[in-house]
């Protein structure tokens, strides 16, 4: 009796192993690949123009800037360096319009400046330490 049983519940573990096998193999070949849908509609962010400038020694980066009418663009000053004794030396520069109509920046070697463009144009700039070495240009559209 004790035989029989054993034999029995070996066929037993072993069908069971069969179908295991079988539904395992079915759930992992039918499973299929799961497409991601695409996000909205637009994707707006990324055509978004850049409106950040970046004031660094004896140049501005991007050199010109095209943006929406209306925008806010911001130069930040990146001009310090080490100084060879483990200490910063900061550069001086400004934002200074070709035009002088619109103010510009304070001569500076840190921190940033905004200024808004409400009209469509071209507006060329320059750094009044180093003259038009040192230029830029926002184009509003
Ligand atoms: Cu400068």
Do not use: K
């Not at 299929?32 to 004896?58: E, F, L, M, R, W």
């Not at 095209?66 to 360096?81: A, D, I, L």
Request: net charge negative; glycine share 18%; aromatic share 6%.
């Amino acid at each position: 009796m004790q035989i029989h049983d054993v034999r029995q519940s070996a066929r037993a573990v072993a069908a069971a192993a069969i179908v295991l096998l079988v539904l395992g193999c079915g759930g992992g070949g039918g499973g299929g690949t799961p497409t991601a849908p695409p996000t909205g509609g637009g994707g707006g962010n990324g055509s978004s123009p850049a409106t950040d400038i970046t004031v660094q020694n004896n140049s501005f980066s991007p050199a010109t800037t095209t943006v929406p009418v209306g925008s806010t663009v911001t130069w930040t000053w990146n001009s310090c360096t080490g100084d060879g004794y483990g200490g910063q030396a900061c550069t001086d520069h400004s934002v200074v319009f070709d035009d002088g109509a619109r103010t510009g920046s304070e001569v500076q070697s840190s921190g940033s400046f905004s200024s808004q463009f409400a009209t469509a144009g071209t507006y060329n700039y320059h750094c009044s330490i180093h003259g038009t070495a040192m230029h830029g240009t926002v184009v509003v559209q």
